[in-house]
């Protein structure tokens, strides 16, 4: 990412052309965005970030290009000086991951093979009859005999129960 000229003239911008939240210290973007993130057009013509802006501001470096710019609350397009934190691109992963904003590699799997069942075409084998297809399969019923009480196909009993035992339902 190219180095940011930052004016007074540009910081300004960045400080004035907000709003505050009601109660809150957040301060709101009230100017362009661009891709759902707010962004200030620099005096040479191009476009900037405004969180990248305020954070070169506060710092006596500026930010090297694999630098990040996360914000420590949860308003999308807040703007407070004190909300933003500078980090490298690996911690902010780590950081996406200790927030919950989207799940990690493992509740992905799960959510993936628990619902492996119901992802063709309507609803196969619910999970709350897991319990129950095992008990069938221990008492020694085949998958076809199980997938005709419940009218699936042997094959989609076969998949849930694989998908149910990977995930350690049954």
């Known amino acids: 990412m190219p180095t940011i000229t930052i004016t007074p003239a540009l910081l300004e911008i960045c400080r004035t052309n907000v709003y505050r939240v009601a109660e809150s210290e957040c301060l709101v973007w009230a100017g362009s965005t661009r891709k759902g993130r707010p962004d200030v057009y620099t005096p040479d013509g191009r ?26 609350c949860d308003t999308d397009l807040c703007v407070y000086e004190g909300h933003i934190q500078v980090c490298t691109a690996s911690s902010l992963m780590r950081h996406i991951r200790k927030s919950k904003r989207y799940p990690s590699p493992l509740e992905i799997s799960i959510a993936f093979a628990a619902s492996w069942t119901n992802r063709r075409g309507g609803a196969r084998l ?26 699936v196909t042997p094959q ?10 990977a995930i350690g339902i049954i």
Not at 53 to 71: E, G, I, K, Y
């Open 156 to 165: 989609s009993v076969h998949s849930a129960i694989t998908r149910w035992s």
């Open 126 to 151: 619910p999970m709350s009859k897991a319990r129950e297809v095992a008990a069938m399969r221990a008492k020694g019923k085949t998958l076809k005999q199980i997938g005709t009480e419940f009218g």
């Open 47 to 72: 476009c900037a970030p405004v969180r990248r802006v305020l954070a070169t501001a506060n710092r006596l470096a500026p930010l090297r290009s694999c630098d990040r710019c996360v914000m420590t």
